[in-house]
């Protein structure tokens, strides 16, 4: 689904459903550095059957969304929260990685348009491996493999996945192998240079769910805990056997926490 804002044209999944202009609730989803709207298949569609307006979008220069790509988290957020806007806020707002910065940006900055927000493989910090960031700037697909392995845990690299037939870190790898040039390079440094996440944090007004990996090693746990104690009465989900795609690797377990939040909304 294109739309167009402002003067940049954007894609949306919307999990087969028509947004359509009306009274459900909207959740909008977020993905990380270098990944598109499709991570989220496996929550739009069954949001999207479950009295939601859900929609996955493409962020800037990533997917099918016209560049370029932006460069820094607060500038994500602020068009995060105008894409919400023209979509028929206050929104939901769930992110992934570089997509939970994002969401507490926009929560922080834009609280008449966010009304709630869950942050999934989110810390305070998000350092970079210099190996992953001079793969992903030099477009060597080094990098894919690099976030696929770490991003997953180590009974994922065995095999098995939600949707049969298919393989999880494959299919990890042609995400960010199809990233559009220079996106996960340009998304990677936005992260690192990052320093305002636990100030956003002190600042949210709205309802907060973390939804935190224990086999997370891009975004290790203990990083969360000073976003948490920030937080003004944060929910915590607790994965300790998932990592860090976690919307991925258990799809069930990660709606329902997504959907728990929304009815606690």
Not at 16 to 32: K, N, S, Y
Request: aromatic share 2%.
């Amino acid at each position: 689904m294109r739309i167009t804002v402002g003067d940049r044209s954007l894609n949306l999944a919307p999990g087969e459903v028509p947004l359509g202009d009306d009274d459900r609730p909207l959740v909008l989803l977020v993905h990380g550095s270098g990944m598109d709207r499709s991570v989220w298949s496996q929550q739009t569609r069954f949001l999207a059957h479950h009295g939601y307006r859900a929609a996955a979008v493409d962020l800037p220069g990533h997917g099918e969304t016209d560049g370029p790509t932006m460069t820094t988290i607060d500038g994500m957020g602020t068009w995060v929260a105008e894409v919400a806007e023209h979509l028929g806020s206050p929104a939901h707002l769930v992110g992934h990685s570089m997509g939970s910065l994002i969401v507490l940006a926009a929560a922080a900055a834009h609280p008449e348009v966010v009304a709630s927000a869950v942050l999934i493989g989110v810390a305070a910090n998000m350092p970079v491996h210099p190996d992953l960031q001079g793969a992903a700037d030099d477009g060597d697909r080094l990098a894919g493999k690099l976030i696929a392995g770490w991003g997953h845990s180590p009974d994922q690299h065995l095999g098995g996945n939600p949707t049969p037939g298919l393989w999880m870190m494959g299919g990890t790898r042609a995400v960010l192998d199809r990233s559009p040039s220079g996106a996960l390079g340009l998304a990677l440094a936005a992260c690192a240079d990052y320093d305002g996440a636990v100030e956003a944090a002190a600042a949210v007004a709205c309802p907060v769910t973390l939804i935190l990996a224990g086999q997370d090693r891009m975004t290790p746990r203990p990083g969360a805990q000073p976003l948490i104690d920030a937080l003004s009465d944060p929910t915590v989900v607790e994965l300790p056997e998932t990592g860090h795609m976690a919307m991925i690797e258990e799809p069930d377990v990660v709606r329902k926490a997504i959907v728990d939040h929304l009815v606690r909304c």
